[in-house]
């Protein structure tokens, strides 16, 4: 009887956080709005609501979620198992290490540069990795679904398995290799004009 009621208030409380779009916390350490900064030490999990901004400077993550129009800026040596970006939040990725990007709802995120293991993003979250060059191998990595190789903007390399043949289409290359070859291009061409003036 008492695992009875334990179960329909557990449904009951499912029910009523998804109707009104109240994300579930399940972290022991929640940032509720305002500035905060992790640079050293391990946390398990972390949720970020209410519009919450963190800079990552150190230190390691196993979870972190970013509920809402939360905002999370990663940089080296910090690492993340698992950055979980969702609802209408922003995750700016300069250097570290992610193991798994898991991005949905109508997420942004923005990757200049560090390590990404596995880049997973659904729903209508964008992806976008500001990079020199790439390659992708339609049926490459662990799960067969594309392999992103190349280098970003700093030169450093990134090598990025997608989870599902669906992530290449949430994905914008900034900027277009194609673009730098007409910029150059037109450059050029300029150049040229000026000289003959």
């Known amino acids: 009887m008492k695992r009875g009621i334990q179960i329909t208030i557990t449904v009951a409380v499912v029910f009523v956080a998804g109707a009104c779009n109240v994300p579930l916390l399940y972290a022991d350490l929640v940032w509720n709005g305002g500035y905060h900064e992790f640079s050293e030490g391990l946390e398990g999990e972390i949720d970020m609501i209410n519009g919450a901004t963190a800079d990552i400077t150190g230190g390691e993550i196993g979870i972190l979620r970013c509920w809402d129009t939360s905002s999370v800026f990663v940089y080296e040596p910090s690492e993340i ?31 200049y540069g560090g390590s990404l293991d596995w880049l997973d993003p659904v729903d209508l979250s964008t992806v976008n990795l500001y990079v020199k060059s790439y390659v992708l191998d339609p049926t490459g990595g662990d799960f067969g679904d594309g392999l992103l190789t190349g280098f970003w903007l700093d030169g450093g390399s990134f090598s990025i398995d997608l989870v599902t043949d669906e992530a290449i289409s949430h994905i914008n290359f900034v900027p277009e290799p194609s673009c730098i070859t007409l910029m150059l291009i037109g450059s050029l061409i300029l150049s040229r004009i000026t000289k003959k003036k």
């Open 81 to 111: 198992d698992l950055l979980r970006p969702s609802d209408f939040s922003t995750a700016n990725v300069y250097s570290g290490t992610i193991g798994i990007l898991f991005a949905l709802g109508s997420t942004e995120t923005h990757i």
